[in-house]
């Protein structure tokens, strides 16, 4: 496939279009099916809809105003009845279950072809742009803008009158701008991270659509176990692609690489902390005075409801929380 590199040009004018729609780039909604067949056949990863037309205002206003519903949000319904959202949980991971399905088979296969055909420093470093087009960016393109999505997981935990922890906010909130700028600059081990993230998310909301239909899965701490798994790999990946960077040995190139570099790394590294003393706390150190009843939540940082005092009974399965 033809080489299609990103010039230092081009990444500037993406950051200097902040709360405008640059005239260059033109696009409509898909009318048809075979529109949509078409658009994803035919995606290009230089000129992505929506990420390359706002690639700042779109996440700071969607930020600003998810901070606010996470101020906000309980405290409107501290003396308000919690409501009951069952239904509504079964469709809501069941349609992410189905869509993080969707993405991982549409990166993986292209992604492990690529990986038998030209190695993995290729893989990471990808500097002849060979995955930035068709079915595999689109799925990637797709990708990022799920993580909007994805947060009206707090919505279902506020209504709920569920604990909404730091691990929770802080990780929607870093995800979607990790993952936003990353297409924007389009960073080559991206396809890699989105490729385990969806792999993990496909099990993990599977797990909450079970339990939102009553049938509370004996598995939690595998979903818990494959979710600091992916926080090994990220920081495995994004330590291979820091060699290879540096290395003189490698062609590896990338816009704005040592923000990349420090971002990716720092990241991976406190969601790791953050899930490990999850793990720790809720598998390990874990109180037996305390027997907590089921519940059924949509979303990261998710603990069960307030613990029901029990001398020591048998205890019930905790939840993971959402990677």
């Known amino acids: 496939m033809a080489e299609s590199p990103l010039g230092a040009g081009y990444i500037n004018t993406l950051s200097q279009s902040i709360l405008i729609k640059p005239g260059s780039n033109t696009w409509s909604l898909p009318n048809s099916f075979e529109d949509v067949v078409?658009?994803?056949?035919?995606?290009?990863?230089?000129?992505?809809?929506?990420?390359?037309?706002?690639?700042?205002?779109v996440p700071i206003v969607a930020i600003a105003f998810y901070w606010l519903l996470v101020y906000l949000g309980p405290k409107y319904m501290e003396n308000r009845k919690a409501w009951n959202l069952r239904w509504a949980l079964i469709l809501w991971n069941l349609g992410l279950t189905i869509a993080s399905?969707?993405?991982?088979?549409?990166?993986?296969?292209?992604?492990?072809?690529?990986?038998?055909?030209?190695g993995f420093n290729q893989l990471v470093c990808m500097p002849d742009r060979e995955l930035y087009f068709g079915i595999p960016f689109f799925c990637c393109w797709l990708f990022a803008l799920s993580k909007y999505g994805e947060?009206?997981?707090?919505?279902?935990?506020?209504?709920?009158?569920?604990p909404l922890h730091f691990i929770h906010w802080y990780h929607h909130t870093t995800v979607l701008v990790y993952t936003w700028f990353s297409l924007v600059v389009m960073t080559p081990p991206g396809a890699l991270f989105a490729v385990v993230n969806t792999f993990v998310h496909s099990i993990m909301y599977f797990y909450y659509f079970l339990a939102a239909c009553g049938s509370r899965p004996s598995w939690g701490r595998f979903v818990t176990i494959i979710q600091l798994t992916q926080m090994v790999a990220g920081i495995t990946i994004s330590s291979f692609w820091t060699y290879y960077y540096l290395s003189e040995?490698?062609?590896?190139?990338?816009?704005?690489?040592?923000?990349y570099m420090f971002s990716t790394l720092a990241l991976y590294a406190s969601y790791f902390l953050l899930f490990l003393n999850?793990?720790?706390?809720?598998?390990?150190?874990?109180?037996?005075?305390?027997q907590t009843r089921p519940n059924i939540s949509a979303g990261l940082g998710q603990t069960p409801s307030p613990p029901v005092k029990k001398s020591q009974p048998k205890q019930s399965q905790p939840k993971p929380k959402r990677a």
């Open 249 to 259: 040995h490698y062609r590896c190139p990338l816009e704005h690489a040592n923000a």
């Open 151 to 162: 947060l009206i997981d707090t919505v279902f935990i506020i209504l709920r009158k569920r």
């Open 278 to 290: 999850f793990y720790l706390q809720r598998y390990i150190f874990n109180k037996p005075v305390e």
């Open 101 to 118: 399905v969707f993405m991982f088979v549409g990166m993986f296969v292209p992604v492990l072809k690529f990986l038998i055909d030209k």
């Open 38 to 57: 078409n658009f994803a056949l035919h995606f290009d990863g230089n000129k992505q809809p929506i990420i390359h037309d706002y690639p700042w205002s």
